[in-house]
């Protein structure tokens, strides 16, 4: 896929994009845009960056024409055959993207746009804690809408992670979801786990390694804890609720056919 391509695609379609997505979704959006700035030289990195902006269009309509399409694509093909855009090209995208007005709100200037961004209803302990940090990341709206998206997925329950080598870790790197806490290490959501055994579930390893876990814990963590239109919930909420096989077909839809 030819990533500037999209990234014009999307530019095209920023005023249907802030109907189709309501704020939570649009920010989320944002941060997944966000991981082309830090792909670097690797087609790969840029892959999983192109997949993850993708699954944060799912609540795309059907008529929504080319942008409903991309989530019906090969999502295992978009891997391994993106292109690496330009830190230009992303960062022009970008701004276009922040400075769309949502629907029924006036078009707002590129500093208006970082303000609201970059409004963070923890930021005073944030700088309170680290204030030269606090300030680089007012500087950045874009890193602060990042922040803000691991912040939602590492408020759900999770666990010191295992050594690697233990039970509790798998047998392999993409079993089990390992988030970097800034605060508490590394983390493991625990849903992932057993309640009687403490031990990865079966369904839970089977899907990480779908999604890719080692490659892509954030993408794989709000893949579990994101509503999703193929269940109609959460997959983490649905554990043992609903088949090992229908999970398992939702992940593989992602992946392979780009389902919703």
């Known amino acids: 896929m030819d990533t500037h391509e999209l990234l014009a695609l999307l530019v095209r379609h920023r005023e249907q994009l802030r109907q189709w997505l309501d704020e939570d979704q649009y920010r989320h959006f944002l941060a997944m845009t966000e991981r082309l700035r830090e792909v670097g030289d690797d087609p790969e990195?840029?892959?999983?960056?192109?997949?993850?902006?993708v699954r944060a269009l799912w609540p795309v309509p059907d008529e929504a024409g080319v942008l409903?399409?991309?989530?019906?694509?090969?999502?295992?093909?978009?891997?391994?055959?993106?292109?690496?855009?330009?830190?230009e090209a992303?960062?022009?995208?970008?701004?276009?993207?922040?400075?769309?007005?949502?629907?029924?709100?006036?078009?707002?200037?590129?500093?208006?746009?970082?303000d609201l961004i970059a409004a963070d209803p923890v930021a005073a302990d944030r700088k309170a804690a680290d204030p030269?940090?606090?300030?680089?990341?007012?500087?950045?709206?874009?890193?602060?809408?990042?922040?803000?998206?691991?912040?939602?997925?590492?408020?759900a329950p999770s666990r010191a992670a295992a050594p690697a080598g233990s039970p509790a870790a798998g047998d392999g790197p993409a079993d089990v979801i390992v988030l970097a806490d800034p605060e508490d290490g590394p983390r493991s959501p625990e849903f992932q786990f057993d309640p009687d055994t403490g031990q990865p579930r079966d369904i839970v390893v089977r899907i990480n390694r779908i999604l890719l876990a080692d490659r892509d814990p954030w993408g794989a963590a709000d893949w579990w804890l994101g509503r999703n239109s193929w269940?109609?919930?959460?997959?983490?909420?649905?554990?043992?609720r609903v088949p090992d096989d229908r999970l398992a077909?939702?992940?593989?839809?992602?992946?392979?056919?780009g389902g919703r």
């Open 45 to 53: 990195r840029a892959g999983m960056a192109v997949m993850a902006i």
């Open 68 to 87: 409903a399409e991309l989530l019906h694509a090969d999502h295992r093909s978009i891997v391994t055959a993106t292109t690496v855009p330009t830190p």
């Open 132 to 155: 030269e940090g606090a300030d680089s990341a007012a500087a950045d709206p874009v890193a602060a809408v990042i922040a803000a998206a691991r912040r939602r997925l590492l408020t």
């Open 249 to 257: 077909d939702a992940a593989l839809a992602l992946v392979e056919e």
């Open 90 to 114: 992303v960062l022009a995208a970008l701004e276009e993207l922040y400075a769309a007005p949502a629907a029924g709100e006036p078009d707002r200037t590129e500093a208006e746009a970082a």
């Open 231 to 240: 269940l109609g919930g959460p997959p983490a909420s649905l554990l043992g």
